[in-house]
T-cell receptor, first 114, second 114 residues
Framework: AQSVTQLGSHVSVSEGALVLLRCNYS??????LFWYVQYPNQGLQLLLK??????LVKGINGFEAEFKKSETSFHLTKPSAHMSDAAEYFC????????????FGTGTRLQVTL | GAGVSQSPRYKVAKRGQDVALRCDPI?????LFWYQQALGQGPEFLTY????????KSGLPSDRFFAERPEGSVSTLKIQRTQQEDSAVYLC????????????FGPGTRLTVT
């Protein structure tokens, strides 16, 4: 079985500041890891994913994440926050043996202030 | 191209009523997933189809929940004798054969049971 922990249900940053959203996972087999963004009253949009290969993954809207096996982490970062980044962010995990069904964390709400 | 669509977007049901939620996946997508997202939580897996076959229904919370995808395209999630704890957003996602691990989500159906 796998699980995801997102530290911090709410994160507030100033516009232009670094965004860091934390995600730690638990999996007994090599994980596939994802970050999704959810805007109000909308579905989930994939930001980026790690399956195999390079551990630093770049996604849409300037976001990136690094898979660190030794730390069981997949933190999401963006060098400079924009007002439009305000949303709910979900980290998720799956493995090859689970038919790609996703296990999600509880989410982190990102607030961007002027 | 058209994304995943869901209908209705909002549904209010009185306790004890039956409801049916529809999902139209992206054309040609083989796999289809249903998730339940309670308020303030991450989505939780309900069930999974590959074409018309329901391969995993381990997440369905009770036998009041039933899902079908008879022709391998449109899917319906049915909830019988709705209870207040069924109030949630129900998300549908589909994946194509080119990338089994990239799920495309619909906007969801918000079900409120009164």
């Amino acid at each position: 079985a796998q699980s995801v922990t997102q530290l911090g249900s709410h994160v507030s940053v100033s516009e232009g500041a670094l965004v860091l959203l934390r995600c730690n996972y638990s999996s007994s087999v090599p994980p596939y890891l994802f970050w999704y963004v959810q805007y109000p009253n909308q579905g989930l949009q994939l930001l980026l994913k790690y399956t195999t290969g390079a551990t630093l993954v770049k996604g849409i809207n300037g976001f990136e994440a690094e898979f660190k096996k030794s730390e069981t982490s997949f933190h999401l970062t963006k060098p400079s926050a924009h007002m439009s980044d305000a949303a709910e962010y979900f980290c998720a995990v799956t493995t090859t043996g689970t038919a790609s069904k996703l296990t999600f964390g509880t989410g982190t709400r990102l607030q961007v202030t002027l | 191209g058209a994304g995943v669509s869901q209908s209705p977007r909002y549904k209010v049901a009185k306790r004890g009523q039956d409801v049916a939620l529809r999902c139209d996946p992206i054309s040609g997508h083989v796999s289809l997933f249903w998730y339940q997202q309670a308020l303030g939580q991450g989505p939780e897996f309900l069930t999974y189809f590959q074409n018309e076959a329901q391969l995993d229904k381990s997440g369905l919370p009770s036998d009041r929940f039933f899902a079908e995808r008879p022709e391998g395209s449109v899917s319906t999630l049915k909830i019988q004798r709705t209870q207040q704890e069924d109030s949630a957003v129900y998300l549908c996602a589909s994946t194509g054969q080119r990338d089994l691990y990239e799920q495309y989500f619909g906007p969801g159906t918000r079900l409120t049971v009164t």
